[in-house]
């Protein structure tokens, strides 16, 4: 079979602010990045586990596991080394957004495959948004100009590993493809693909898969 799209799943965070590895946290009987894997699984030809390094993360449903940096840009240019060489299509994923949809890995794909050089999920913002100085507010910034964003993440893989080879660290994918003057393209998002950060987060990924039905 061809392999031309392909998914590196970021899960070699350390977890400072989640007081340990949100990564490996239960929900129901699979662990957050098992689900991210599964999903990725679904959606692309081919799958690399970025991990932590030395740690033993038991079996992982991946074609190929490699050891992570001490920076995630680190970690995914780890990922990125390891890519097929056939592959055309790159989707970067944090692992710790196990709710991401095989639906927002399709539309991410297809935009690629329609030549987008860089599409990146977004979410607007419904709170009024300061900018603030100190303890000091200076302005009132216009959120319709203002988005979140999430992963995964897609590229046009030499767009992706030109960004890589021109900068350094971010923490943001997007970001990088930004600065080396390549237009972003912007998808609607999916409130449930929220980041697991904190142990709110993972009660409410938990509810979600458990009394939703998610998946």
């Known amino acids: 079979m061809s392999i031309r799209s392909a998914a590196i799943v970021v899960s ?5 602010r989640f007081g340990g590895l949100k990564q490996l946290a239960p929900i129901g009987d699979r662990r957050v990045v098992d689900i991210s894997l599964s999903i990725a699984n679904k959606c692309v030809d081919f799958v690399i586990c970025v991990k932590v390094p030395g740690m033993d993360f038991g079996g992982l449903e991946a074609d190929l596991v490699v050891e992570g940096g001490a920076t995630r840009s680190e970690s995914v240019r780890a990922g990125i080394a390891m890519l097929p060489s056939e592959v055309k299509w790159v989707l970067v994923h944090d692992a710790a957004r196990p709710l991401a949809s095989i639906g927002l890995y399709e539309r991410i794909l297809s935009r690629l495959e329609d030549g987008a050089p860089a599409v990146v999920p977004v979410l607007g913002i419904t709170d009024t ?3 603030v100085v100190g303890n000091k507010v200076v302005s009132t910034l216009d959120r319709s100009r203002l988005f979140r964003v999430q992963t995964p993440q ?9 960004a890589y080879q021109a900068h350094v660290n971010a923490n943001d994918d997007s970001q990088l493809v930004e600065e080396i ?3 972003v393209e912007a998808i609607l998002g999916d409130e449930n693909n929220f980041k697991i950060t904190t142990s709110a987060d993972l009660e409410r990924a ?3 898969v458990r009394d ?4």
């Open 206 to 208: 938990k509810d979600l």
């Open 212 to 215: 939703r039905g998610i998946f």
């Open 154 to 162: 897609g590229f046009q893989r030499s767009v992706l590993e030109l």
């Open 129 to 131: 948004v300061k900018e």
């Open 12 to 16: 070699a965070g350390k977890g400072v």
């Open 181 to 183: 003057g390549v237009s």
